[in-house]
Structures are given as structure tokens and as C-alpha cells.
């Protein structure tokens, strides 16, 4: 199923993870489904997120050969042979802040699993810490008002798209690992290399595009995040089907899911799945193109079967999206339960028991109060909602927060909720608490011309 010249054929896309933390046995069935209906496709691999990104970054920090997806391995093992004996190349975004690092990890993988020709593609060049490509830059909307400190960034990651994944592709890698790209690009990159499209043919770009968005957070379209139970039931949650995209040459989009498993795939599914986290549908930017789904149309063509077409396309930006990672200070957090008669009233105590003790000790620093079973996600840090909600459930968890740039400070706090053992009121228990060292992400908008996207192509006989 070669990637090197384009094709009329259809290309299937299945997607096996959707973000770092997904199922570690969610590929495998989508492999053989891919391998069952025979022709063209390609598996890509979704695991990272600005938070994962950041997260890596400091684990590249305390460890240089770290910073890529911790279960890139285990993603791979049970598959990799499959994939390579059956062309499907795979193509993930696994290589976080170390995709070089990512790439050897593979090989070594490759090696034990008595695949020596295998062929591992490196996007780099998303990184661009230390470069001109930092100067001067303005903040993206959300982040209005922010100033960037070059000498203060511990990473810079920009949204590469998906011209150097196909560029990989047809040199003949069966595995592409990039940093930082753009999500949809790890299935656009496929669709480039395999069909040829024009880098300005627009609505074949908004086509794969929008078929990239659906996959791109896995078992989502297919039931997962949709799940509500009795206003929007899923069977067989244990057992999800992860999707997979039927692609043509001219751009048609067929979202559909392995025969057989959990899950469903039908016009709400999809219509949810490609409405998230779309902040204009009729301008959803992307390094690639600008796509806009306002005149889509969806269809179910048969149970598990959801057609798409009418997407458009217009010229992608000329500034992408860079996360900035910036040191952040300290976080010292710690949980206690309460339980039983009165819980809501010595969980209170608690409370006011540790903010006071907060501001007996002099410890500088923001602290938040969370009482979970009572009201927490939508509470503010002062406490309003909780404060204001009188209900007294016979079952409690009680979280500080508290937030410092002195790490000492951090980790006194945290110690004081494991004090309420004894120095508490009655019946605490459970206490779990942890000191983590922050790291703050801002976006700001880079020129495209600042960029210098690499490509490389590792085996285990060396780069070629």
C-alpha cells in the first residue's frame, strides 16, 4: 500500500487512542478491521494535549531522554508487527517534546519484536525555543494582554500541519512520530500522501480536515465522551469501537466503527463530535486551511454509517498557534473524607480549620477550598456556591489547594490537611496529598515564514 505516489483509491483512517491516558487495547481492533476490509489505510495515534505537552516538557527537564508519551510502547507492541506486515503506517503526535527520543524508543521496540527494516519518520521543527522565531510575537485572543519573557520559557511549541507527516509518508516511513502538530493534520498527513491533493485545493483540505477532527478524539464519535444514560444511552461501553474514516479522492467522508463492538455511530454522535471545541464553525482555523462546516451535510447511510459532505475550505492563516511553557510555581494539594451524622458540619470546620492555619503559619500563597459532594467544579475560589448550598450529603471530601511560588510553603500546606488526622474534627480519614511543580501555558501567534519544519527518517541502520 505504498504512500509514495498518489492514488485514486479509498483510504481508510482508523483512530486508536484519542488522547494520552486512552485504552491501551483500543487499537488492536480497529488494526484488524482495517486489515479485514483490505486496500489503502493508515492508523494514527492521538496522545497529545497542552497539558500532556507541558507535562512532558518537565519530565524532558529532569530526564533528557524522557518528554514523549510514557505509553507510546505499550500502544505500539501488541500492533507494530501487524501494521508493518499489512502497510499501514501509523502516525503519531507521541513525540511530545522528544520525538527524536520517541523514534529510538520504537526502534528498540522494532528490534525486540524482529522488525529490523522498519522505518520510523521524525517531524521536528515545532519547537522553537531559543529562535528568532520568538521575538516580537502577539498574543493569541485568548490570552490577550499577555507579554512573553523569552528568557523565562522552559518550552515553545508551535502547531505544525500536515504537509511534513505526508512528506514522511511517501519517503517511505512506516511510522511517523511528530511533536506538537495540529490534531486533524495526523490524518490530513495520510490523505496528502496517498490521494496527491494541491496544497491550496481548499475543499479537499476542509474535507480531510473535518474527517481528522472526527477522529481525532477516538471513542468520542463513537459513544464515549456522548454517553448520558437515559437521555442518550450507549451500549457496550466496555467494549467502544474507536472510528474509522472511509476517505475518496474527492473528499467524501464516511465515519463508521469496527463490526461488531461497543458503541454507536449515528448523525448525533458525529453531529457532537464535530461541533467540539470548534470556536467558529464557519472559521475553525487550522495550520492547513480554515474549514468551515456551516453548509455540512450528515447522513446515515446504514446502522453505524454516517455520511459527510459540503465541507469548505479557505486559505489557512498566516500565523499558527504556538503554547508557550512558562514556570508556574508550586501547587500543594491535600484531601480528607468525611463521613457519616454531621458530616457537613466537621468537613466545614475542617475548612475554616486550615485557612486559618494558612494565615497563622504567614503562608504566602492562594488557597481554594473544595468540598466534593456538595458543590466543587462550578464554585469559584472563594467559595460562593459552597458557602451558599446547605445540603448536608452523609458522605464527604474535602480538597485544599494552595498555590505558592515557594515550594516550602506548598508542601506545609499540604502537610496541614494531613494534621487534621488528629488536630481535625472527628472521623477524618483518607487523607492523600501531593506537591507538584507548575508549569503555565500562554499561545501566541507566529509567522508561518519563521517556521522550518524537519523531516528524517530514522531505521535501525541510522538516519538516512
Excluded at 501494521?83 to 503519531?92: D, L, M, R
Excluded at 485545493?201 to 468520542?220: F, K, S
Excluded at 475518496?248 to 464535530?274: C, H, Y
Excluded at 455540512?296 to 454516517?306: G, K, L, S, W
Aim: negative net charge; aromatic residues 4%; contains cysteine.
Amino acid at each position: 500500500m505504498a504512500f509514495d505516489r498518489p492514488s485514486a483509491d479509498l483510504l481508510r483512517i482508523g483512530c486508536g487512542s484519542g488522547f494520552s491516558g486512552d485504552r491501551l487495547d483500543a487499537p488492536g481492533p480497529v488494526v484488524e478491521a482495517l486489515v479485514a476490509a483490505g486496500g489503502p489505510a493508515a492508523l494514527i495515534l492521538e496522545v497529545l494535549g497542552e497539558r500532556t505537552l507541558a507535562l512532558a516538557q518537565r519530565e524532558r527537564l529532569h530526564r533528557s531522554e524522557a518528554g514523549f508519551e510514557p505509553a507510546l510502547l505499550d500502544l505500539l507492541r501488541p500492533i507494530l508487527a501487524r501494521c508493518a506486515a499489512h502497510g499501514i503506517p501509523i502516525v503519531t503526535n507521541a513525540g511530545a517534546a522528544n520525538p527524536r527520543g520517541a523514534a529510538r524508543a520504537v526502534l528498540g521496540l522494532a528490534r525486540g519484536l524482529g522488525l529490523p527494516e522498519l522505518r520510523v519518520g521524525v517531524v521536528e521543527g515545532d519547537d522553537i525555543r531559543g529562535t528568532d522565531a520568538l521575538a516580537d510575537l502577539d498574543p493569541w485572543e485568548g490570552d490577550a494582554g499577555a507579554v512573553l519573557e523569552p528568557e523565562k520559557v522552559i518550552a515553545a511549541n508551535v502547531y505544525l500541519g500536515a504537509a511534513p507527516i505526508a512528506a514522511a509518508l511517501r519517503q517511505g516511513a512506516q511510522v511517523v512520530i511528530t511533536g506538537r502538530c495540529s490534531d486533524p493534520a495526523l490524518a490530513l498527513g495520510p490523505m496528502l500522501a496517498h490521494f496527491g491533493w494541491a496544497a491550496d485545493d481548499w475543499d479537499r483540505l476542509a474535507a480531510g480536515t473535518m474527517a481528522g477532527h472526527l477522529l481525532e478524539c477516538g471513542a468520542q464519535v463513537t459513544g464515549g465522551y456522548f454517553a448520558d444514560p437515559g437521555v442518550k444511552d450507549v451500549p457496550g461501553m466496555a467494549t467502544l469501537g474507536f472510528p474509522i474514516a472511509e476517505i475518496g479522492a474527492d473528499g467524501g467522508v464516511l465515519i463508521t466503527k469496527p463490526a461488531g463492538s461497543g458503541g454507536r455511530v449515528d448523525r448525533q454522535t458525529v453531529t457532537e463530535q464535530l461541533l467540539y471545541e470548534l470556536h467558529d464553525p464557519a472559521a475553525y482555523l487550522t495550520p492547513d486551511v480554515v474549514l468551515d462546516i456551516t453548509g455540512v451535510a450528515i447522513t446515515e447511510e446504514a446502522p453505524d454509517r454516517v455520511r459527510l459532505s459540503g465541507a469548505r475550505g479557505r486559505p489557512r492563516p498566516e500565523r499558527l498557534k504556538a503554547t508557550v511553557s512558562l514556570p508556574g510555581g508550586w501547587l500543594g494539594e491535600g484531601e480528607i473524607s468525611y463521613a457519616g451524622p454531621n458530616a457537613r458540619a466537621r468537613a466545614d470546620l475542617a475548612g475554616r480549620t486550615l485557612l486559618e492555619r494558612l494565615r497563622l503559619l504567614g503562608l504566602e500563597g492562594q488557597a481554594r477550598l473544595d468540598l466534593i459532594g456538595v458543590v466543587s467544579v462550578f464554585d469559584g475560589d472563594a467559595g460562593a456556591l459552597r458557602e451558599a448550598e446547605a445540603s448536608s450529603p452523609p458522605d464527604l471530601r474535602l480538597r485544599l489547594a494552595f498555590a505558592s511560588e515557594s515550594r516550602a510553603a506548598a508542601e506545609r500546606a499540604a502537610r496541614e490537611v494531613l494534621s487534621l488526622y488528629c488536630c481535625g474534627p472527628a472521623g477524618g480519614g483518607g487523607v492523600r496529598t501531593r506537591v507538584t511543580d507548575r508549569i503555565r501555558t500562554l499561545s501566541f501567534l507566529v509567522p508561518r515564514e519563521r517556521l522550518a519544519p524537519r523531516v528524517s527518517l530514522l531505521s535501525l541502520e541510522g538516519e538516512a
